[in-house]
C-alpha cells in the first residue's frame, strides 16, 4: 500500500476519510492490455466527474509500474493519488461543478 502525491488541499483527515470510502468502492475504470489510451483518460474523466473518488484497475506488472501509471493518470486528468494497492489506483479530484451548484 502507497501514499503519495499528497495535495496540500488535502490534510491527514482528509486522506483518512477519503480511505474510508474506497472499501465500498468498486473500480470505475479497468486499464487493459492497451495501457493509457485517449479512451482510458476519457473514461477517467467521466468517472471523476460522477464521483470525486474513483479506483482504476491496472494491468501492471510491478510497484513501479503502478507508480508511473498512477502518476501519468495524476497529472493528466489533474487528481490527488489518493492510494495504490496491489493493481488498484485510488484518486480524487474535487467536483468544481457539485460546489458551484451548493
Known sequence: MTDNKKSPALNTH???????????????????EAGLTNAVFQDIEQALVESELIKIRTNA????ELTTIADEICAK??????????????????????????
Open 77 to 102: 486528468v489533474k487528481a490527488v493519488l489518493v492510494q495504490t494497492m496491489g493493481y488498484i489506483i485510488a484518486v480524487y479530484r474535487k467536483n468544481v461543478l457539485v460546489e458551484e451548484q451548493q
Open 14 to 32: 482528509d486522506l483518512r476519510e477519503l480511505k474510508n470510502q474506497l472499501h465500498h468502492l468498486k473500480p470505475a475504470v479497468v486499464i487493459t
Open 61 to 64: 506488472s510491478s510497484s513501479e
